[in-house]
């Protein structure tokens, strides 16, 4: 099986061209080659593959096997990868998703895409379509116990559930710890992604982000959505104003739009092709 390893700001995936390959098996195979010292390593793997709705099709696997709905940081990938070798011949490129399709609009370079503008969709914040456990109207600023410990937190979904925090210090949290107890809280029927944030200001975010079946990660594109929706329902940020969110693996750029769509944009590398 031919692949491309790609990453979109530090959050790496194996992509497999299902235009020329098969995969029978894409949960096993991703267990076995995302293993960092056993296979190739990365988050997961993402197929590429024919749509009949869209330019092409998407699908997702983390390290552990689940199959996502989404990934923002992917999906800059996928159109790239679908320019780069010709499975498009446009800047403007249709994917089908787990979560609908998506828009993304291409920067080229030199006959090589660089970076992706992506129409992310809108927020949902009804809990029951997160989904979170919950009778309230939103889940904004709420009370959860973690580890004994009280915690605000504010959920969103971007086509996958996230859960955003607010701290003080993103670099002395131990996430090994306590990112497991966030994804498989009882409030979270699917578990959940989630984001640690701390607010430089009303531009400016900086975030960790442990995702289920992952672990914590070097970038999420849906999460960095995510926290700018949850800064922004908290009275940090506003609406229709571009948040520079910094990731461990770099920038993203994200605005929430008042007609409630969430755009968003970065980089996207290929870093090398392999055969196993």
């Known amino acids: 099986m031919k692949f491309t390893k790609m990453h979109g700001i530090g959050n790496d995936y194996i992509y497999v061209n299902c235009f020329e390959e098969k995969v029978?098996?894409?949960e096993e195979v991703s267990i076995k080659l995302s293993d960092r010292r056993k296979g190739i390593g990365?988050?997961?793997?993402?197929?590429?593959?024919?749509?009949?709705?869209?330019?092409?099709?998407?699908?997702?696997?983390?390290?552990?096997?689940?199959?996502?709905?989404?990934c923002g940081n992917g999906i800059r990938c996928v159109a790239k990868y679908a320019f780069d070798h010709g499975i498009v011949d446009k800047d403007e490129l249709s994917v089908e998703t787990r979560s609908g399709i998506k828009h993304?609009?291409?920067?080229?370079?030199?006959?090589?895409?660089?970076?992706a503008l992506v129409?992310?969709?809108?927020a949902i914040i009804l809990p029951k379509d997160?989904?979170?456990?919950?009778?309230?109207?939103?889940f904004i600023n709420q009370p959860i116990t973690v580890l004994g410990d009280e915690v605000n937190v504010?959920?969103?979904s971007m086509g996958n559930p996230h859960c955003v925090t607010f701290v003080d210090d993103v670099d002395s949290l131990d996430l090994e710890k306590i990112g497991p107890h966030y994804e498989n809280h009882p409030l979270f029927p699917d578990r959940i992604n989630t984001e640690f944030i701390k607010v430089i200001d009303d531009k400016t975010l900086q975030m960790r982000?442990?995702?289920r079946g992952s672990g914590e990660t070097m970038a999420c594109g849906t999460g960095a959505c995510a926290s700018v929706v949850a800064a922004i329902l908290n009275g940090y940020c506003k609406k229709d104003i571009p948040v520079t969110v910094h990731l461990r693996g770099g920038d993203l750029t994200i605005t929430w739009k008042s007609d409630g769509t969430v755009?968003?944009?970065?980089?996207a590398t290929e870093v090398y092709h392999g055969e196993v």
């Open 119 to 122: 129409d992310m969709g809108k």
């Open 209 to 211: 982000v442990w995702e």
């Open 24 to 26: 029978d098996n894409p």
């Open 263 to 267: 755009m968003m944009q970065g980089g």
């Open 104 to 115: 993304i609009k291409l920067t080229i370079e030199n006959g090589v895409a660089v970076c």
């Open 154 to 156: 504010t959920c969103v």
């Open 42 to 70: 990365s988050d997961g793997l993402i197929l590429i593959s024919p749509s009949d709705i869209a330019d092409c099709k998407m699908n997702i696997f983390n390290a552990d096997g689940s199959e996502a709905m989404m």
């Open 130 to 138: 997160i989904p979170v456990l919950s009778d309230e109207e939103t």
